[in-house]
């Protein structure tokens, strides 16, 4: 019980601090994941050895990860399913699952049909959805064209990946466990209906749920709270990982409020980001072997490496390609494969079941979950480059970093110099023609991350 308390005052006090790093470290250029997921590992037993991966905070670890999956499978709209970019997104997501695949056959430390070969086969397809929403929401992008293509696409890179886990890693045949996963779906479904036909009856308990929303009772956070748990219970019933219970949940949330709930949005956000899910992080970060990612960096590189090759890529073709997409720019098309490319939690999913089916090393899954927490750095500042490309010449700076490499950071604090420049002129050159810089709603559509270059004859419209 001590060590329990001590390292969840530890927890606390990391994630107290990491925002507030984040905050001071310029133009914000590390995501607060980074932080939580180093600060982890630095307080880990591999390390200082102030926090430590006991049963109790294993378990609000496993909280936090469903929070982070309810979350983002609350996110998804049946358009990023259904939708002509969201059928793309689930054919792209099949050809990077044959790509990673074939890698992974040729690549001699795994073995493709095993459990550890399967799990990288999955790592490599994966895009980090949930971690990826409150970036481009801060980012303001999410309500543009850049946004809904990383949602069509991250969208079947969270989903598939979960239902592959369930289907590829079990040690059941495979025709039980597509049995349970029915049995499963069946009883999330009945989850669904319960409360929809409660609401159209309009009976008392539906009705008591919805007059203490906001009391002390707090009824609608308390439902939630049921349905999440209770689907990641069953979940591990079923011998499936919690994420599909943890997902399962968010879609039913979505199909409940289709038209969402601010109220309740705001309650379970507060839960979600002020404990469970920088919890997680901080956990996920304090399993890392800090000594075993020094010991092996051609791996971690080599997996970053991949990741592009495998999620990137094939996204990016596919948006070239697409007939509602191929007149999107090229720094467009990179900034949603970049953002794509962003993955962390379904790593850490798929590494913790290879390790626990003996198939993987501690070692080798510390690596990997280190190269997960490096995408989570690096493909956003590389798609904010991009998406910010027409301001400022990236072609150029790239130049520049081939040429004098050791000079990356002062190219790059040009670069945001040069950027912030172009962006001042636009808002003063709006302002002269009486616009305000945020009503210009049109702008995000039109071009890379919101911002637009103007021309010097430009008259501001």
């Known amino acids: 019980m001590v060590t329990d308390l001590v390292s969840l005052a530890f927890i606390a006090l990391i994630a107290f601090l990491c925002p507030i790093l984040c905050k001071l470290i310029p133009n914000q250029a590390v995501p607060e994941t980074v932080l939580l997921l180093g600060a982890g590992a630095l307080a880990g037993p591999h390390v200082l050895n102030i926090v430590q991966v006991t049963d109790a905070t294993a378990l609000l670890s496993d909280l936090g990860l469903a929070f982070l999956f309810l979350l983002a499978g609350y996110e998804i709209s049946p358009k990023s399913l259904t939708g002509a970019e969201g059928r793309r997104g689930a054919a792209t997501w099949a050809v990077t699952f044959a790509i990673a695949f074939a890698v992974v056959v040729a690549w001699p430390s795994f073995s493709a049909l095993n459990v550890d070969g399967l799990a990288v086969a999955i790592a490599l397809t994966t895009t980090a959805l949930g971690t990826l929403l409150p970036i481009l929401q801060e980012r303001k992008l999410l309500d543009t064209r850049i946004g809904s293509e990383i949602l069509a696409y991250g969208t079947w890179g969270e989903l598939l990946p979960v239902l592959a886990m369930t289907l590829l890693l079990s040690t059941r045949a495979k025709w039980e466990t597509m049995l349970i996963l029915l049995a499963f779906i069946a009883i999330a479904l009945l989850a669904a209906a319960v409360p929809k036909q409660a609401e159209r009856l309009g009976g008392w308990l539906y009705r008591f749920v919805v007059e203490n929303a906001n009391t002390n009772a707090q009824m609608l956070v308390r439902t939630v709270n049921l349905l999440l748990i209770g689907l990641t219970a069953i979940s591990a019933l079923f011998d499936l990982d919690i994420v599909l219970g ?12 289709p038209d ?19 919890l997680f992080f901080i956990i996920s970060g304090a399993k890392i ?40 720019t090229v720094p467009e098309r990179l900034t949603v494969a970049f953002y794509c490319t962003t993955a962390l939690p379904i790593i850490v999913a ?4 290879a390790v626990a089916a003996g198939a993987m090393g501690q070692a080798t899954a510390s690596v990997l979950v280190a190269a997960g927490g490096i995408t989570v750095l690096i493909m956003p500042l590389l798609a904010s480059l991009t998406a910010h490309s027409v301001n400022a010449d990236l072609g150029a700076a790239l130049r520049e970093i081939r040429e004098q490499p050791r000079e990356l950071a002062h190219i790059l604090a040009e670069h945001r110099h040069r950027e912030r420049e172009l962006h001042r002129q636009l808002k003063a050159r709006l302002a002269a023609a009486g616009v305000r810089h945020g009503d210009v709603f049109d702008l995000t559509e039109r071009c890379p991350g919101g911002i637009c270059p103007v021309d010097e004859d430009d008259d501001g419209r």
Do not use: C, W
Not at 312 to 320: G, N
């Open 350 to 353: 798929v590494t913790t079941v």
């Open 246 to 257: 943890a997902f399962a949940a968010g879609f039913i949330m979505r199909y409940l409020i």
């Open 289 to 328: 072997d800090v000594t075993a990612v020094a010991a092996d960096p051609e791996l971690l590189v080599l997996f970053i490496v991949l990741l592009l090759f495998v999620r990137a890529l094939p996204i990016f073709v596919s948006l070239s390609l697409g007939k509602t997409s191929r007149d999107m």
């Open 260 to 278: 969402g709930n601010p109220t309740l949005e705001m309650k379970h956000s507060a839960m979600a980001y002020g404990f469970f899910i920088p």
